[in-house]
Nanobody, 123 residues
């Protein structure tokens, strides 16, 4: 089971850290992507990280503010979000890519999705 957690209510300019975990497997050998979806909008790719090399890629909308990383045990993937804006409010999802070395923010390149976590940024 894939699970995104760590969402909540934060003021504009604040920070949140989201976690992506999976049970019973480890995320070490998987490429992971973070996405979000606001009400009435499509799913937006934000950041991704490959498995072995740990290559990362970001959407322009979050570059410089969000950071994707793996923890030292490689059992989970973080999304650190800084300088949050009201337009960042959405449900955030993590997903597993169909290949371990893929660098993509296209939702169709991800085959397994967990339930999202809600992030609300107040102005």
């Amino acid at each position: 089971q894939l699970q995104a957690s760590g969402g909540g209510l934060v003021q504009s300019g604040g920070s949140l850290r989201l976690a992506c975990t999976a049970s019973p497997v480890s995320l070490e050998r998987l490429a992971i992507g973070w996405f979000r979806q606001a009400p009435g909008k499509g799913r937006e790719g934000l950041a991704c990280i490959t498995s072995w090399e740990g290559r990362t890629h970001y959407a322009d909308s979050v570059k410089g503010r969000f950071t994707i990383s793996r923890d030292s045990d490689k059992k989970l993937v973080w999304l650190d979000m800084n300088t949050l804006k009201p337009e960042d409010s959405a449900t955030y999802f993590c997903a597993i890519a169909h290949a371990s070395d893929i660098v993509s923010l296209v939702p169709e390149d991800y085959t397994y999705w967990g339930p999202g976590t809600l992030v609300t940024v107040s102005s």
